[in-house]
Structures are given as structure tokens and as C-alpha cells.
């Protein structure tokens, strides 16, 4: 009860709550499964955009891309770091990954057709990630919120470098501007569901804001990304493949059409179009890692025994 209370002390304060405090058994469930997905968003985010490393058009281009998905490497990294904190074992995550029990954002789950796909990862489903990733600054659980400030500063630089792609290709030959709008209106819509269920279906959002995991609903960030995003678009000289975005001077905010749901549950449910392609790379690169696994394991044990030896 003491500890209960003090739980929801640091909660109604907006402190954090640490590793070794006490925590409700459901907030740490919450916590696990969603830093979990995140970090399988992460990781296996480094796949559609890997895929173009080889064939970069030129050298500064491949030095931005080889970068960027590093970075989401290390996203990852931190993120299951935190997860572990939380008692959950990474080996373990990682086998729900890969045997598909566990789930990652459904946008990684299209291809990427060309090299303009880069860019628009960068600007939209990065830029929608920032949105997403930001408000976690401050979620309650400390590691969880302290890996996202660092990785929101690498974001801003993926969205970044997108955008300057993007522009780069607009002011190119009428071929690059068509590749650019042909990427624009394949990743749009999925773009937009990476912020989730609308708010009336998410059964997670009102128990997450309570919490203070969540500090915003799904709703709540979408309408973000779209005002953010509109004036972007237009600067660029895309357009956006959706007839009922229009700015509403009432609301202070634009008006959108409904993402296809029906897609959105499909591709979270397993069936998008490249869902079993990505896990079956991972499950790869996770089965050929076996030995260097086992080399470090081998080389911790060595180095432990040789200074129990000297002490
Ligand atoms: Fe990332
Ligand atoms: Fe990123």
C-alpha cells in the first residue's frame, strides 16, 4: 500500500520512476512489451533502407545512408538496454522477434522501390517517429525516457537528411521529380498509421496516459504530423495524395481523410507486403551472429577467470 502510494506520488509529480523502485506488475508489462517493439521497430527499420546502400548514386549519399542505419543499430540498442532494465532479457525479445510473436511499426513491412524512397523514409516516417518519440522524453520510466532524448537528436538529422534529398531531386529532371511523388503517395497513408489505431479503438491509449508512459493519444500526434507536415510539402512542391486535406480556420488545424484500416490490421496481422521477408532476414542475421555470440561469451568468461586468477 506504502509503496503503491509512493508509485503514484512520483507519477502525480511527474518524476520519474527508476529501475529498483516499486512498480505496479501491469506498468511493467506495459512498459517491456512497448520499449520491446520499439526496438524491434528499430532494428528491423534498418532494412528497407539497408537494402539501398549498395547502389547509392554517389559517395556522400552512401556516407549519409551507411550513418543513418547505424544510428537506427544503436536505437535499438539502447532500447533493449532499457528493456533489460525492466528484467526482461534481450535474448528473449529477440527469439518473439524472430519467431514472429512480437511485433514492430507496420511501415517497415513496404518496400522500397527507389532511391527517392530514402528520402521520403527520412522525412515522413522519420519525421513521424520525432513526433511520436518527442512527448517520450518525459514518459515516467527514467532509462525508457534518457535513451529517447538522445535518440530524438539523431532523428531530427535522419529527417533532415531526407528532406534535403527530396529537395535535391525536385530541383532535378522531371524523371527525379516523378520518382519523388510516386514515393510521396506510396508511403503517405502508411506514414500515418504508424501513430496508431484512432483513439476510440486503441485499447492501451487511456491506461498508457494514466500511467504516463503515453503523454499524448494517437489522434492527438497524427493531427500533429499532418500540420507539420502540409507547409513541408508544399515547400518541397509534392503533393500529398489525399483530396480531403484542406486547413479548417475553425479547428486551427488541417482536415484529413481516414487511413484504409483494414490495410493498417492487415500488415500488423502479418500480411503486408514484405512482413515475412524482413523476419526471415532477421532470423538470418541472427542465426549467422551465432559465433561471434559465442566468441565474446568465451572471451567475457577467459578475461573474468583470468582476473579472478591474479586477484
Ligand atoms: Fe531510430
Ligand atoms: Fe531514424
Redesign the pocket.
Same mark, same amino acid.
Given at each position: 500500500m506504502e509503496l503503491e502510494a509512493e508509485f503514484e506520488r512520483v507519477l502525480a509529480a511527474d518524476q520519474r520512476v527508476e529501475p529498483r523502485d516499486w512498480m505496479p506488475d501491469g506498468y511493467r508489462r506495459t512498459l517491456v512489451r512497448q520499449i520491446a517493439q520499439h526496438a524491434h521497430s528499430e532494428i528491423i527499420?534498418m532494412q528497407p533502407e539497408g537494402n539501398w546502400i549498395s547502389r547509392a548514386p554517389s559517395l556522400r549519399r552512401k556516407a549519409i545512408l551507411l550513418a543513418?542505419v547505424q *544510428?537506427?543499430a544503436g536505437?535499438g540498442l539502447y532500447l533493449y538496454a532499457a528493456a533489460e532494465t525492466l528484467g526482461a532479457d534481450r535474448a528473449d525479445l529477440t527469439e518473439r522477434l524472430i519467431t514472429g510473436r512480437q511485433k514492430y511499426s507496420s511501415i517497415f513491412n513496404y518496400p522500397t522501390l527507389t532511391f527517392a524512397d530514402v528520402g521520403v523514409i527520412g522525412w515522413l516516417? *522519420?519525421g513521424a517517429?520525432i513526433c511520436n518519440q518527442v512527448p517520450l522524453c518525459r514518459t515516467s520510466y527514467g532509462p525508457y525516457a534518457r535513451a529517447m532524448i538522445r535518440v530524438c537528436k539523431?532523428?531530427s538529422f535522419?529527417q533532415r537528411q531526407g528532406y534535403e534529398l527530396l529537395a535535391t531531386m525536385m530541383a532535378g529532371t522531371d524523371a527525379q521529380r516523378s520518382m519523388v511523388q510516386d514515393a510521396v503517395d506510396r508511403w503517405w497513408w502508411p506514414s500515418l498509421m504508424m501513430f496508431g489505431p484512432p483513439d476510440a479503438e486503441s485499447a492501451n491509449t487511456e491506461r498508457s496516459v494514466a500511467w504516463r508512459i503515453k503523454r499524448n493519444t494517437n489522434d492527438e500526434l497524427r493531427q500533429k504530423f499532418v500540420d507539420m507536415t502540409v507547409p513541408q510539402a508544399a515547400k518541397l512542391g509534392v503533393t500529398l495524395p489525399d483530396p480531403e486535406l484542406r486547413w479548417n480556420a475553425e479547428r486551427g488545424h488541417h482536415d484529413f481523410g481516414t487511413p484504409d484500416w483494414d490495410e493498417f490490421r492487415r500488415v500488423v496481422g502479418g500480411d503486408g507486403p514484405c512482413n515475412a521477408q524482413r523476419v526471415a532476414h532477421r532470423r538470418t542475421a541472427h542465426e549467422e551472429g551465432e559465433w561471434v555470440r559465442a566468441a565474446a561469451t568465451a572471451h567475457a568468461a577467459k578475461r573474468a577467470a583470468r582476473e579472478a586468477g591474479a586477484a
Open positions: 527499420g543513418k *544510428d537506427e536505437h516516417v *522519420d517517429a539523431e532523428e535522419h
